[in-house]
């Protein structure tokens, strides 16, 4: 058996073969926080939503979106 948090590629395609092996486990990079991270996972979250809404730019954007995000601004 197998417990993978991080693929190859990603995110991986629908028909990729390790999602029908009955003995891999496969999560969405949430195999490696503790629980004393989520608090600061969180607080994070809710700090960027204050951020958006008064104007200013999001903290710990992943790279591939800010694009995205400064389209929408």
């Known amino acids: 058996g197998a417990g993978l948090d991080v693929m190859v590629e990603e995110p991986p395609k629908k028909n990729h073969p390790l999602f029908s092996l009955p003995n891999v486990t496969l999560t969405p990079h949430s195999a490696g926080p503790t629980w004393d991270n989520w ?11 204050q951020r ?9 954007v992943v790279p591939e ?8 601004r």
């Open 52 to 60: 958006i809404h008064t104007g200013q730019a999001p903290l710990w």
């Open 39 to 49: 608090a600061k996972a969180y607080r994070n979250g809710f700090d960027n939503i």
């Open 65 to 72: 979106l800010r694009a995205l995000l400064e389209e929408k």
